[in-house]
C-alpha cells in the first residue's frame, strides 16, 4: 500500500472518517461513523471528530470536510449545522481536539476533487459541476482541472425558495416523494444550472448516487449526466487528499488538480 492519508467528512447527521491510499483513492480501512451532536455547536463537533480519529489511532494529519464556505480554514456560513459555527476557525477547533494539524474545505469541493482525481470526471476538460445530494445539495465546480471553490450553488432561489429545500435527498424523503416526482423537482434544479453554467459534464454524488439508475435516467439536460464514482465516500476522500498536500495556499482561486500546479500551489 502507498501513501495514507486521513479524512473526515462532517455532516448535518453524521461524521464519518476512514484512511484513504492516495495512489488510488480508495478506502484503506472501513469507515467509521457516529451521530452528528445536537446541537452540532463547535466544540461538540470537534469532540466527534476527535472521536473518530482515536477510532483509528490517526495521528497525522487530518482533512476534514464542512458544510459551509470555508475561506482559509474558517466557517464563513452553516449550512445544516449551528450557526455558531459562522465565524469559527475550524482547522483550530478541530486541531485543538485531536491534537492534529487540519486542514478543512467545503465538504462539496472536498467530493469534487476526489472525483477529478480519481473519479468520473477524471481527465475531464471544461467545466464540470459536481453536485452532491444529502441532507442539503453541495455543489463544486471543476474547469480544466481547476477547482473554483466555494460555489454553493445548492442554494439557488428558484419558486421563490432556497431549492435545496425542495430538492436535497432530504427533502425527498420529508415529502414522501416517488422517484419520478423527486426527479420534476431535480430537472428544475439541474436545468437551471444548465442555463446558467452550461457544463460539458454533471457528476452526481451524495449517499442516495447509489440509486442514481432510479432518478438520473428521468433527468433531459444537453450535458451529460453520471453518478459520482465514490458515492457517499468523495468528501472523504478528497479531504485526505488536500491534507496531504500541506503546500497548497487555500486563500487562492483554485486548486489544480490535473497538473499539480495552480495559484493555490507555491512555488
Known amino acids: 500500500m502507498g501513501r495514507l492519508g486521513f479524512g473526515v467528512d462532517i455532516g448535518g447527521s453524521g461524521i464519518k472518517g476512514a484512511v484513504v491510499d492516495l495512489d488510488t483513492g480508495a478506502l484503506a480501512t472501513e469507515r467509521f461513523k457516529v451521530l452528528t451532536p445536537q446541537p452540532s455547536t463547535p466544540p461538540a463537533v470537534a469532540s466527534a471528530v476527535a472521536e473518530v480519529a482515536r477510532n483509528f489511532a490517526w495521528q497525522g494529519a487530518i482533512g476534514c470536510t464542512f458544510p459551509a464556505v470555508v475561506r482559509a480554514g474558517e466557517a464563513r456560513s452553516a449550512a445544516n449545522v449551528d450557526r455558531s459555527w459562522i465565524g469559527t476557525n475550524i482547522e483550530k477547533v478541530v486541531g485543538a481536539a485531536t491534537g492534529s494539524a487540519v486542514i478543512a474545505v467545503n465538504d462539496a469541493d472536498a467530493a469534487g476533487v476526489a472525483e477529478a482525481t480519481w473519479g468520473a470526471a477524471k481527465g475531464q476538460r471544461g467545466l464540470v459541476v459536481v453536485v452532491t445530494l444529502g441532507t442539503g445539495i453541495g455543489t463544486a465546480l471543476i ?73 438520473l435516467p428521468l433527468l433531459k439536460l444537453e450535458a451529460h449526466i453520471v453518478p459520482a464514482s465514490f458515492q457517499n465516500e468523495a468528501g472523504i476522500i478528497g479531504a485526505a487528499y488536500l491534507a496531504a498536500r500541506p503546500e497548497l495556499d487555500r486563500e487562492s482561486a483554485g486548486i489544480d488538480i490535473t497538473s499539480g500546479r495552480s495559484p493555490l500551489v507555491t512555488p
Do not use: C, I, M
Open 143 to 215: 474547469y480544466d482541472g481547476v477547482l473554483v471553490p466555494n460555489s454553493e450553488l445548492g442554494h439557488l432561489e428558484l419558486e421563490g425558495v432556497d431549492y435545496e429545500t425542495k430538492a436535497s435527498a432530504a427533502a425527498r424523503e420529508r415529502d414522501g416523494l416517488s422517484w419520478e416526482k423527486w426527479a420534476k423537482r431535480l430537472q428544475r434544479y439541474f436545468s437551471a444550472l444548465e442555463f446558467y453554467l452550461s457544463p460539458e459534464l454533471f457528476v452526481v454524488g451524495g449517499g442516495v448516487s447509489r440509486r442514481a439508475d432510479k432518478f
